[in-house]
């Protein structure tokens, strides 16, 4: 059973960069066939694929995140992590990662049970 957990502080302030680090058990990030990725849900909105790590190491982003967005892993660690700068109020929402198997879908066979993030202003 492929676990994931995300970690990371519960409140940024507008401006300043959002941290968050997922910690992956049962399974090994570099796997064949699936990507781990970066999800969010904004209150009241749906779920939104951020961007994503393959098994090689290759990265995709959500284009309308890209250039705030950075994803990288630590295979001797099984984690993959997420910054997201320049963070707005907008950015308030509950961060998931998760395992999936199809780049820019917020689709997942393992995700996380999410952190909420607060940016205040």
């Known amino acids: 059973q492929v676990q994931l957990q995300e970690s990371g502080p519960g409140l940024v302030k507008t401006s300043q960069t959002l941290s968050l680090t997922c910690t992956v058990s049962?399974?090994?990030?570099?796997?064949?066939?699936?990507?781990w990725s970066w999800l969010r849900q904004p209150p009241g909105k749906g779920l939104e694929w951020m961007g994503a790590i393959g098994s090689g190491g290759s990265i995709w982003y959500n284009p309308s995140l890209k250039s705030r967005t950075s994803i990288w892993r630590d295979t001797s660690k099984n984690q993959f992590a997420l910054q997201l700068s320049s963070v707005s109020p907008e950015d308030t929402a509950v961060y998931y990662c998760?395992?999936?198997?199809?780049?820019?879908?917020?689709?997942?066979?393992?995700r996380g049970q999410g952190t909420h993030v607060t940016v205040s202003s």
């Open positions: 049962g399974g090994s990030i570099t796997s064949d066939r699936y990507y």
């Open positions: 998760g395992r999936g198997r199809e780049i820019g879908s917020s689709a997942t066979d393992y």
